[in-house]
């Protein structure tokens, strides 16, 4: 990434979004002590215009959009990408751009005109987080006539990933949308059922199943709260974070849309969560652009992370020397303030 070979504009765009980045609360990667999660419907992520100056014709998204893009990307440890087109030029583009410590695993296409001919794919950095062998896709199991199931029209992809000594799993979909919200449901409510009464049952059954499973993408969820789909999202224990309740995923319309969810089961839940947040890339790139242009140029999705701790020495002192179940103390900001201090030996 050679910012000299950048126009103004586009190096403009980028002092503007990092502010947004500092704002926003994104934190920072930091060795051996957090690794940071994303999501990203990034719109029909397909061919790139191959100029920095704008596409008269089609695709609009050009290599101004790429950079920034790119500058987003790399300020995670994975992403989970959705709506990557058959063809794959912009993700290759994007990897390219990225450099050799970056690596990716994409999905083939879905087939029938209900998968658009997207794929999926993980984006992540090889020098925090690999790949702990599991992979697959999600089919769903026959009825109980015997019958084949209804599949999504676009097939989930979970992956499994290690940062440090901390093994977790990422589940990522792209909900169809339909022509109204109820035809979304069948799928949010069937990738719920799938998560908790398969994946989950398997992470009980032993090391290397589906440890810390995450569910992210795009779920075509218009709203949280009382909303029929995002009850279906969670009605069988998918929770999601305080910090992502709400905050909105896209930015073109008039009322918020929540499309994009990250989410996972507690009470099997090992990993500890620093912080969640939504990147509102919107109003500080491409000044001249309109909301609905800019979401062909960069995507009319937002994306989303979450900050996982990596370093759990103090946690591990605590319960070594029994002081991880102490009563509460209002003088005590954690449990190892117990540790008496020692008098100087020097005057």
């Not at 100029?51 to 790119?70: C, F, Q, Y």
């Not at 751009?97 to 999926?120: K, M, Q, Y």
């Not at 769903?140 to 097939?155: E, H, I, V, Y």
């Not at 993408?217 to 709203?223: A, E, K, L, R, T």
């Amino acid at each position: 990434m050679d910012y000299a070979q950048y126009p103004r504009p586009v190096l403009e765009d980028i002092v503007r979004l990092r502010r947004q980045m500092d704002r926003s609360n994104l934190p920072r990667k930091l060795v051996d002590r957090n690794v940071l999660v994303g999501t990203w419907n990034i719109r029909a992520f397909g061919p790139v215009h191959p100029k920095w100056d704008e596409n008269p014709a089609s695709p609009k998204r050009n290599l101004r959009a790429m950079g920034i893009i790119v500058e987003i990307i790399r300020r995670f440890d994975v992403v989970a990408i959705q709506e990557v087109k058959e063809d794959l030029s912009g993700l290759l583009l994007l990897m390219d751009w990225l450099g050799p410590d970056w690596g990716f695993i994409v999905t083939d296409t879905t087939a029938g005109s209900a998968g658009n001919t997207e794929r999926l794919a993980y984006v992540f950095d090889r020098r925090r987080v690999w790949p702990s062998g599991l992979a697959g896709e999600i089919v769903l199991p026959p009825t109980d006539k015997g019958d084949p199931a209804q599949q999504f029209a676009r097939t989930p992809y979970l992956v499994g990933f290690q940062a440090g000594t901390e093994q977790f799993v990422l589940l990522t979909a792209h909900i169809l949308y339909g022509k109204v919200p109820a035809e979304r449901a069948g799928e949010i409510s069937a990738l719920s059922r799938y998560s908790a009464a398969e994946l989950r049952s398997r992470s009980k059954s032993g090391p290397g199943q589906a440890d810390n499973l995450i569910v992210l993408g795009d779920f075509n969820i218009d709203q949280r709260g009382d909303n029929p789909l995002f009850q279906a999202f969670i009605a069988d224990g998918l929770t999601v974070p305080k910090q992502l309740e709400n905050l909105r995923t896209a930015f073109v319309g008039k009322k918020p849309k929540f499309y994009d969810q990250i989410a996972w089961f507690m009470g099997d839940f090992k990993l500890e969560l620093n912080s969640a947040g939504v990147l509102d890339f919107a109003d500080v790139i491409y000044p001249k652009v309109s909301a609905a242009d800019l979401s062909f140029r960069v995507s009319d999705h937002l994306p989303l992370w979450a900050e996982f701790a990596l370093d759990r020495s103090s946690e591990q002192l605590a319960c070594a020397l029994g002081l991880d179940n102490l009563p509460p103390d209002p003088e005590r900001r954690n449990p190892l303030d117990a540790v008496p201090e020692i008098k100087p030996r020097r005057p």
